[in-house]
């Protein structure tokens, strides 16, 4: 799944179902309320880049559809 920004063009992160992968969020810089969670990622959305590195580093994928899009 997706945590994708609600503002439009905002980038998409990577989201277990319970939790980002994401660096950003460890370091406080992704506010939750400002995301919403999708299934699918939204074609216009870039996954983010560092949710990219984490995932290629194969810490978390939760679905095969993430790894069409790397
Ligand atoms: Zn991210």
Redesign the pocket.
């Known amino acids: 799944m997706y945590?994708i920004a609600k503002k439009k063009k905002g980038?998409?992160?990577?989201w277990t179902g319970t939790d980002?992968?994401?660096?950003?969020?460890s370091t406080g810089g992704?506010d939750a309320s400002r995301y919403f969670v999708s299934e699918a990622k939204h074609e216009s959305r870039a996954?983010?880049?560092?949710?990219?590195q984490?995932s290629l580093g194969g810490k978390v994928l939760p679905t095969s559809e993430q790894y069409r899009t790397i």
Do not use: G, Q
């Open positions: 945590l980038k998409a992160h990577y980002t992968v994401c660096r950003l969020a992704l996954v983010c880049h560092m949710c990219r984490v």
